[in-house]
């Protein structure tokens, strides 16, 4: 009889699979197994008088993988639960447990941060029972998300026909709804700058007006711009040289949410394409010896390098670099991280992004890069510059130029190619000096109000903020704009990034949680309640207790809203319904204002807002991975771009235009349906 082992994804099973040797059987449960149910009370499937016991079923597309594990089950010799090293693997090895008829006290858990040959060996030789509290802790965010989940998405639905509301989505929302606000109620405020240009040494340099009479200067309107202006028409006189060594210290190593940040602003992948490369690296990839992990566990909020990587990378960087590119590491983890876990690093330093780049993908070789580089860099002596500011003054209005070159490159030599910093160069100068300006300018500007948040900022407000998880943000942004509360948009033509821009519906349903949820969905509420999650998986708080104190704040709040929150009528067309006769009203949804029946879903008609001219596909220079046939870039009846097929309908292969496939119904390239 063999070991069984199961793990959460085919992919990973291969590469285990392949360290572990012939005596085990290597499964895959492909993530969870079970949900809670959506049956009793509200359907929630928690007993809410009965200490919120909870009802599990096995999800419907898992009854096979179920049936299929217990097979494997009753020929094992023995069963190891090897699902991912988080609250979320944690309680899916307790759901296996609970099917398999396992004790989870003598049940051999292993886990592991790297999928490496040393790494899962060394999981097998120190097995452990389940971890009650990271599963109750889990259980404990599930049963609050069930909750809020499915009361409040039933109050908005009935009331404002918002299709949803969540513990954490609900609080992203209100950030983005928010920040429009601020925008919407901003006034933009006159100033002016004035720039004078130099040369010296045939090399010309531009300094800013800093300081009037000792003080910032601040000129308000154009009359105060001529003032100074004409009071700068002689030479100015050197009044400060001053020279210094500045220094750049290196990034820690990346945790999830800072590699979602930088994979969005250097790369410009989504938080959910980032975690979709980093899941393929972490899980194994032929790199023409069988399948290697090539990253550490890519959902982890601690920026600990373990010492075996610390020296390995250290031997690298002297040997390559020189000693002198040796630095320290500074492990920087707030105070919910979770130490045991590591910071997202290459698991083998000799795997350099050149020597395999050719088993990647463009898109993972590119992430692979951006981690490589920073974990390697984190570990090296700073960035050193020449620094230099100089200060021209005249009637006492002093202009400011600040110059910098690089002296020693340290980090940068590894991570330079994410680094956008470049030298300004100023010439040699001295006290005393005198200097005519070759120009004088003055410029009027406008304040401008706050930007709306991009992914990354977004990701990195709900970090700061302590609101959800870093491994929940790319889900969190796909429901907001799934349920189309956002959109995200250039904001110019000429942008490369996108941002998040609230709908009519977001607007109105972040209005309406905030007139009458105001004490639970905010930022402060929400941070406390991650914090509580913290301390049940630390085994420091008791999960029912939480559980009944949010219960006890939230029900009389949704009764309130029950009662005063008022329904929104849905806007009249002021036309007939083609099929039925009814009125014509005007819907929101996921992508955009559109036209449908009021009695809707009795009758089904909808129409766009306008007809227009349909676009011709549009060959994007990709071969059809199904059928070899052109890929060409179609419009949706929705509005939104996709990927398919120039074969359609005979083949139905369908991606996003940032290649990720779109899942259909089994098809046959004739398009019809497959035989059950």
Same mark, same amino acid.
């Given at each position: ?132 509290? @990271? ?16 009361? @409040? ?53 531009? /300094? ?94 601690? %920026? ?26 500074? $492990? ?68 400011? $130029? ?92 000429? /942008? ?29 509420? %929400? ?150």
């Amino acid at each position: 009889m063999k070991n069984l082992v199961i793990v959460e994804s085919p992919s990973k099973s291969k590469t285990i699979g392949k360290y572990l040797g012939k005596d085990y059987t290597v499964v895959s449960s492909k993530g969870h197994i079970r949900d809670l149910a959506t049956r009793g009370k509200d359907g929630l499937g928690v007993d809410v008088e009965n200490n919120f016991a909870a009802t599990y079923v096995i999800s419907k597309d898992k009854k096979e993988i179920v049936e299929e594990l217990k097979r494997e089950f009753s020929k094992a010799k023995k069963v190891y639960l090897a699902t991912d090293p988080d609250r979320e693997g944690e309680a899916i090895s307790w759901h296996l447990a609970q099917e398999l008829g396992l004790d989870e006290k003598d049940v051999d858990r292993v886990t592991f941060h790297e999928i490496t040959k040393d790494a899962i060996q060394k999981a097998f030789e120190q097995p452990r029972t389940i971890d009650m509290d @990271l599963v109750h802790s889990q259980e404990a965010r599930r049963i609050l998300d069930r909750i809020i989940g499915f009361k @409040l998405s039933k109050l908005l639905q009935k009331k404002i026909r918002s299709k949803s509301a969540g513990r954490v989505q609900s609080v992203a929302l209100k950030l983005i709804v928010e920040r429009e606000k601020e925008i919407q109620a901003f006034k933009p405020e006159e100033y002016w700058t004035l720039e004078a240009l130099f040369e010296k040494d045939k090399m010309e340099f531009e /300094a800013s007006l800093a300081k009037i009479h000792g003080k910032k200067a601040k000129i308000r309107n154009g009359e105060q711009a001529n003032e100074v202006y004409e009071a700068c028409q002689r030479e100015f006189t050197i009044t400060s040289v001053k020279s210094s060594v500045r220094k750049r210290e290196p990034k820690p190593a990346f945790i999830t949410s800072t590699l979602q940040q930088e994979a969005s602003t250097k790369l410009g992948f989504s938080p959910k394409r980032t975690m979709s490369i980093a899941q393929r690296l972490y899980e194994g990839i032929d790199i023409g010896h069988g399948p290697e992990g090539l990253i550490t566990y890519m959902r982890t909020d601690s %920026t600990r390098l373990s010492d075996v990587y610390q020296n390995a990378a250290k031997k690298k960087i002297a040997s390559e670099y020189g000693k002198n590119y040796l630095g320290k590491y500074y $492990v920087k983890n707030d105070a919910n991280s979770q130490d045991a876990h590591e910071a997202i690093r290459p698991t083998n330093v000799l795997y350099t992004p050149e020597t395999i780049k050719s088993y990647l993908t463009t898109e993972q070789y590119k992430l692979y890069h951006l981690i490589y580089s920073r974990a390697l860099a984190s570990l090296m002596a700073v960035a050193q510059y020449d620094s230099k500011t100089i200060i021209l003054s005249q009637n006492e209005y002093d202009f400011s $130029v600040s110059g910098s070159s690089l002296k020693f490159d340290g980090y940068l030599k590894v991570y330079g190619p994410f680094d956008s910093s470049k030298d300004v160069l100023l010439p040699e100068v001295m006290e005393g000096e005198r200097m005519k300006a070759k120009k004088l300018s003055r410029s009027q500007h406008f304040t401008e109000p706050p930007s709306r948040y991009t992914e990354a900022k977004l990701v990195k407000a709900m970090e700061e903020d302590g609101i959800g998880r870093p491994s929940t943000y790319a889900t969190i942004i796909d429901t907001i704009v799934a349920r189309g509360y956002v959109s995200l948009e250039k904001s110019s033509e000429s /942008a490369k990034t996108k941002v998040f821009k609230p709908s009519e519906q977001g607007i109105l349903t972040a209005e309406q949680l905030d007139q009458y949820f105001a004490s639970i969905i905010n930022v402060k509420y %929400t941070a406390g309640l991650e914090s509580q999650l913290d301390e049940i998986a630390d085994g420091q708080l008791d999960e029912i207790e939480t559980l009944r104190k949010f219960y006890e704040t939230f029900e009389p709040l949704l009764a309130n809203a029950y009662d005063k929150m008022e329904v929104k009528e849905l806007e009249k067309v002021g036309e007939e319904c083609p099929l039925c006769g009814n009125e014509l009203v005007y819907r929101n949804g996921r992508f955009g204002k559109f036209i449908s029946c009021s009695t809707f879903p009795t009758c089904r008609y909808t129409r766009p807002l306008a007809e227009k001219e349909k676009e011709k596909p549009e060959p994007i220079g990709k071969v059809c991975p199904d059928c070899g046939g052109e890929l060409v870039k179609r419009k949706s009846r929705f509005g939104t771009y996709f990927v398919g097929c120039s074969n359609y309908p005979k083949c139905r292969h369908m991606e996003t235009l940032d290649g990720e496939p779109i899942e259909l119904e089994k098809r046959t390239h004739s398009g019809k349906k497959k035989p059950a």
